[in-house]
């Protein structure tokens, strides 16, 4: 259910509660993690980076803001805070969210997908 101010059982705000209830299988996104991110990405803390940077702490980091990773200056100009919302669009296709960037993925065309995937990295990058 989907109420405009907010969760009448809960007193959630709504769009927390509709995200919750949105998100993908986390194991389902570390297969996805593992078959499309793991050679470019780490995630735990302390990590190293990779072609990619580190993703620990990345929901509620801006782009470009992991220390110690060469980010383009598309990736750094780009100012978007890093969430479920701004993943799943990302996610679709990269170098379309941020041109200029220099990942090469292509992205995941299903939202199932982007979901589990989403899901997993914000367990895993907590």
């Avoid at 705000?13 to 078959?35: E, H, N, Q, W």
Wanted: hydrophobic letters at 35%; one cysteine or more; charged letters at 20%.
């Amino acid at each position: 259910f989907f109420f405009p101010r907010g969760c009448f059982c809960c007193s959630l705000p709504t769009s927390s509660f509709y995200l919750k209830v949105k998100m993908g299988d986390a194991k389902a996104g570390a297969k996805i993690f593992s078959r499309s991110c793991a050679q470019c990405h780490t995630l735990e803390a302390g990590g190293p980076h990779k072609v990619g940077p580190n993703l620990n702490g990345l929901f509620g980091r801006q782009t470009g803001q992991a220390p110690g990773f060469a980010y383009s200056d598309a990736n750094i100009k780009k100012g978007i805070t890093w969430g479920e919302d701004t993943l799943m669009e990302y996610l679709i296709n990269p170098k379309k969210y941020i041109p200029g960037t220099k990942m090469v993925f292509a992205g995941l065309k299903k939202e199932k997908d982007r979901k589990n995937l989403v899901a997993y990295l914000k367990e895993a990058t907590a």
